[in-house]
Structures are given as C-alpha cells and as structure tokens.
C-alpha cells in the first residue's frame, strides 16, 4: 500500500513541475516606426511570428499577417510632422493575439472608420480585415490606439 502511495505521489509531483514550466505571461513585442511600407511588412512579420508560434492554420496566418500590414499603411496616413511615429505593440496571451497601434495627434484611430465599421457589418469583409476577429478603437490624453484582436480558438461573444 506504501508503495502505491509512494507512486501516486511521484506522479503528482511530476504532472506539478510540468504545469509550472508552461506560462500564462503574456509575451509582448513593441515597435516604433515611421511611415514606411517596409517598417509595416517588418510588423506583418511579427504577427506572422505569433500566429505561427500560436499554432495558427497557415491560411489564418496569411490573412493576420496582411491584416497588420494593411492597418499599419492605413495608420500612416495619421501621423504629422510633430508626431511622426506608430507604436506598435504586438501581444500573445494564452487566448488571443492582440495588435495595438497607437500614436498621438488628431484622435483619429489607426484605421479608418470606414473599415473598422465596414468590419463591424461584415466580419472578414472586404476591408482588408479579414485576419483578425475584433477590431477596437480608444482615444485618450492625444493618443488614438487602434486594436486588432485574432483568437486562438472560438472567438467570445461580444453583445
């Protein structure tokens, strides 16, 4: 009896030490660029990055990956002389991969309204869009923030 217990204890302690070596931390990238078409490719690739290390289907990777590269062009339109930099902070949580564009001036978010309603109408429209789930605006103290969100697995209901 001991040495079943002596077993079972063992295993408990193995499968422990395995759940700690998994993180739940969020992995995170930032990016400062300037308005280039390069810079915005070097950023897809980032996201292509995540989505391939996330286990993404090589289809859902393509269409992320010109997702943040057609909203980083789209952003470019945005910045001015004072304030001539996107902010670009890629995040990998355990669910979701989130791409937030941020720059200051103006209030207008990184992706235009038209796109980011015509993607509210029609999820994976024509709007360049199609890679990624949700699409949310903030602005706050001069600086806009645009955030494309793509889930690893069902997409939440959003009411």
């Known amino acids: 009896m001991a ?3 002596a077993r079972i204890a063992g295993k408990l ?10 993180s739940a931390e969020a992995k995170s990238i930032q990016l400062q660029i300037d308005a280039d ?7 897809g ?10 286990g993404l289907a090589s289809e859902e990777v393509k269409e992320l990956e010109k997702s943040v590269v057609a909203a980083c062009q789209q952003a470019f339109a945005h ?12 995040t990998r949580y355990p669910d979701r991969i989130e791409v937030a564009m941020a720059h200051e001036g103006g209030g207008a978010p990184a992706v235009g309204l038209d796109h980011v309603a015509g993607f509210a109408n ?18 706050h103290e001069g600086l806009a ?13 959003v009411a």
């Open 122 to 139: 029609q999820l994976g429209g024509s709007g360049g869009l199609g890679g990624v789930d949700r699409v949310q605006y903030e602005a």
């Open 45 to 54: 690739g980032a996201a292509r990055y995540f989505a391939e290390s996330a």
């Open 145 to 157: 923030v645009t955030r494309l969100t793509k889930y690893l697995g069902q997409a939440p209901h």
């Open 13 to 22: 302690a193995m499968s422990r030490s395995r759940a700690a070596t998994v």
């Open 37 to 43: 078409a390069r810079l915005a490719a070097a950023v």
């Open 79 to 90: 910045l001015a002389g004072e304030h001539p930099h996107l902010t670009v902070t890629l």
């Open 3 to 5: 040495s079943i217990i």
